[in-house]
């Protein structure tokens, strides 16, 4: 499905292309980098009219496209690296007035999250998802993806949060898909089928977005502890304490070793810890918070902590959470996972999963951090200095095998935020019944009757 | 030795609310801000800590009290250091329109006499009015050596006198200055070995910044005394010498963005729209 000149030709009478070695580069690869972008060429499309058209062409003369909005990935779900078409919303920013009655926004998918953020702010409102690449990451991005981030715990998943959609199918129908209602029980909800499927239905292009207001004064805390079931101990804790919970997030002794080499900077607590937590919480009740703490002394079930003083120690707290993707990358190659585990089954998963590497895999490092609140662990293996890339590739594939095998004997899941995309299509059949898959397809059949749209993502 | 550290309470920057002002410009309105110590005063809690301390032992060297002026408000603020380690905190009660860096000198001389430190220690500055002035009048007042922009203390002839490194334009100068004496200290004095007491192994770790309040440290705090005074009790008069006749915000940031097409079309753009070619 290389696209001719010819094809060429009929896309640019459609909207802008491009075949500039620098677009194909920055345009066909998301965060991943495991795979070499490789796209035939990049749409940039400023409308949902024109991004129809596009597909139009694409379906007639069955040419792949790969979606593409902020290219913040972790799982491939924007690589183009067989020839395909990107199309990119970058070109599509719009931000529509906020209305302040509704509590509702409607922009164009190539908005980038902060941007809807500053927009809605003036207003005394914002939409709440939340995560560390929101400067870069679209609106479109986080909808076709789902995407979760560190305020999951009290705001959900961009799914809640998302009230119409306008969205081009595979045959370059354009779908409106709700609008501003809150309410709306009049059959199968189709938008939600949209929300989460990488691309693989239909391409979102404009959306009406749900606001909430702000939280109020945001108190971060951060914590030393012995081990996992501590940690596990403080969040059950936290649940009953006289405050809300915006984010509880865990990493260990080896994130905060790797975040020293890398940056400099390590937990302000008088000794180093097996393992940490950051709690953030909206606290009105001061007394309440401080009484809380110091029943936590009390029990013992902490070693050390700290309460932020101010933004600026709240600021470089959060940077011991957020800091960590950069600083496992910029201090070695990690091959990363993804996974969600019932809570009430964490400390048995990580007991075996610790002594599954201890037997199977003594040479390979794992980091683990995560948004410990929903479950989700970020497991993160780290390549041995001596050991060659692909040699390392191949352990690890191996390694994940067996990993999954545990995330399915603990009823978790192979992927908690990042999504399938290309780097864990393997493993899919881990979480998700082959009946399951099996009506994916077939859904997609439905809305992308020749399979031009993200071809050979999710299943 | 012991140490009096005054502080100021600020504004927060880095808070969603900002400071802003009245329509006739007459007042600055602070509803809805959240308040900090002042970094430049925080630094020097954090100095005066690490010459007071025996770095890891908790063994404590002498008392380390922290002084401000303001509204009951302000105790929330002082808890903060209490939290840190210091012993005690002292309350002037004054109000905002009562004080300006002379009142602040003449307070602080007049706590100073009553408590008797051997250093007195505090920021070069405040962030919010950037006056950099109140650490020199006291020093005037009490006719203490003074060395100001500190960024390294050292304790010097068994605890008489200070060695202090002074960040200046062209270097840095050190002064020795005998005790007592006044200190204001520059950012860097919070490096990992910007202070030595003589008694801290000089291989101690300390963090690059001043400490965060520990669990245990807040617990404490809130069972530490904080002594409240006025003005009137110190004998000092609330007339300020700075009248501020009118305030303005700075003007709002402009501009916006937008798509071309092509290298050529940004050049036709630089030169007819934007005129910068």
């Known amino acids: 499905m290389a696209i001719s000149d010819d094809d060429l030709a009929a896309l640019r009478a459609a909207a802008r292309v491009s075949t500039e070695a620098g677009d194909l580069e920055a345009y066909g690869g998301d965060w991943t980098r495991v795979y070499a972008p490789a796209p035939g060429a990049v749409a940039f499309p400023r409308s949902t009219e024109e991004v129809a058209a596009l597909v139009t062409i694409c379906h007639d003369r069955e040419i792949a496209v790969v979606p593409s909005g902020g290219r913040t990935g972790l799982a491939g779900g924007a690589v183009a690296a067989r020839g395909e078409l990107v199309l990119t919303l970058d070109h599509m920013r719009r931000i529509d007035p906020v209305d302040v009655v509704g509590r509702t926004v409607r922009v164009d998918a190539g908005a980038v999250t902060e941007a809807v953020h500053e927009a809605t702010a003036p207003h005394g409102l914002t939409w709440p998802v939340d995560f560390a690449s929101k400067g870069s990451s679209h609106v479109g991005g986080n909808i076709?993806?789902?995407?979760?981030?560190?305020?999951?715990?009290?705001?959900?998943?961009?799914?809640?949060?998302?009230?119409?959609?306008?969205?081009?199918?595979?045959t370059g129908a354009i779908l409106d898909l709700g609008g501003a209602l809150e309410k709306n029980n009049t059959g199968v909800d189709l938008r939600q089928l949209f929300i989460g499927s990488e691309g693989t239905l239909g391409i979102v292009c404009e959306a009406t977005l749900k606001l909430a207001r702000p939280a109020g004064h945001l108190d971060v805390l951060f914590f030393g502890l012995r081990d996992l079931a501590s940690v596990l101990a403080l969040f059950h804790a936290a649940r009953r304490g006289p405050?809300?919970?915006?984010?509880?997030?865990?990493?260990?002794?080896?994130?905060?070793?790797?975040?020293?080499?890398?940056r400099g900077v390590r937990p302000p607590l008088e000794a180093g810890c097996p393992m940490y937590a950051l709690l953030e919480v909206e606290a009105p009740d001061r007394e309440g918070l401080e009484a809380w703490l110091g029943e936590l002394l009390e029990d013992d079930l902490v070693i050390d902590g700290t309460l932020a003083a101010n933004h600026e120690q709240a600021a470089r707290l959060w940077e011991l959470r957020e800091g960590i993707s950069e600083s496992l990358a910029a201090t070695g190659l990690p091959h990363k996972n993804d996974i969600a585990l019932p809570i009430a089954g964490l400390t048995a998963f990580c007991a075996d999963l610790e002594a599954l590497f201890a037997r199977r895999y003594p040479d390979l490092e794992i980091c683990l951090f995560g948004h410990i609140g929903d479950g989700n662990l970020h497991v993160n293996v780290m390549k041995p200095d001596a050991m060659d890339k692909a040699a390392f590739l191949a352990r690890v594939h191996e390694a994940d095998e067996a990993m999954f095998a545990l995330v399915r004997s603990h009823r978790g899941s192979v992927s908690a935020e990042h999504g399938i995309g290309l780097l864990k299509r393997d493993w899919l059949g881990y979480t998700r019944s082959d009946g399951e898959i099996a009506l994916m397809r077939q859904l997609k059949a439905v809305f992308d009757p020749k399979g031009i749209l993200n071809p050979g993502k999710v299943f | 030795m012991k140490i009096l550290v005054p502080v100021k309470r600020v504004a927060d920057p880095d808070n969603a609310n900002k400071m802003k002002v009245t329509a006739d410009g007459s007042a600055v309105t602070s509803e809805g801000l959240a308040w900090k110590v002042n970094p430049f005063d925080e630094y020097a809690v954090e100095a005066a800590l690490r010459l007071n301390e025996k770095g890891g032992s908790g063994d404590v060297l002498g008392e380390t009290v922290v002084i401000s002026l303001g509204d009951d408000e302000v105790i929330q603020t002082l808890r903060q250091p209490l939290a840190m380690g210091v012993d005690r905190a002292i309350l002037v009660k004054a109000s905002d329109g009562e004080i300006d860096s002379?009142?602040?000198?003449?307070?602080?001389?007049?706590?100073?006499?009553?408590?008797?430190?051997?250093?007195?220690?505090?920021?070069?500055?405040?962030?919010?009015?950037?006056?950099?002035?109140?650490?020199?009048?006291?020093?005037?007042?009490?006719?203490?050596?003074?060395?100001?922009?500190?960024?390294?203390?050292?304790?010097?002839?068994?605890?008489?006198?200070?060695?202090?490194?002074?960040?200046?334009?062209?270097?840095v100068l050190t002064l020795k200055v005998t005790l007592p004496a006044v200190v204001t200290v520059d950012l860097r004095i919070v490096a990992p070995a910007a202070v030595k007491n003589g008694v801290t192994p000089d291989d101690h770790a300390y963090n690059e910044g001043a400490r965060y309040a520990s669990l245990k440290g807040i617990m404490k705090a809130k069972k530490k005394p904080v002594d409240q005074t006025s003005l009137s009790d110190l004998g000092v008069e609330a007339s300020p010498l700075v009248e501020y006749t009118k305030y303005e915000l700075p003007p709002a940031r402009s501009g916006s963005a937008t798509f071309v097409e092509s290298v050529d079309e940004l050049v036709e753009k630089l030169r007819t729209e934007a005129k910068v070619l």
């Not at chain 2, 006499?113 to 002035?133: I, R």
């Open chain 1, 243 to 262: 405050f809300e919970i915006s984010a509880f997030e865990m990493l260990t002794d080896r994130c905060a070793a790797r975040l020293e080499r890398h």
């Open chain 2, 102 to 171: 002379t009142v602040v000198a003449k307070a602080l001389a007049a706590v100073v006499e009553k408590e008797q430190p051997d250093l007195v220690l505090m920021g070069k500055q405040a962030v919010d009015g950037d006056s950099n002035t109140a650490g020199q009048m006291l020093a005037e007042h009490l006719g203490w050596p003074m060395a100001t922009f500190a960024m390294s203390i050292e304790v010097a002839d068994d605890g008489k006198a200070l060695v202090v490194g002074r960040e200046v334009d062209t270097g």
């Open chain 1, 144 to 170: 076709a993806t789902n995407a979760g981030g560190v305020k999951v715990i009290r705001y959900g998943l961009t799914r809640q949060w998302v009230l119409g959609l306008r969205v081009v199918t595979g």
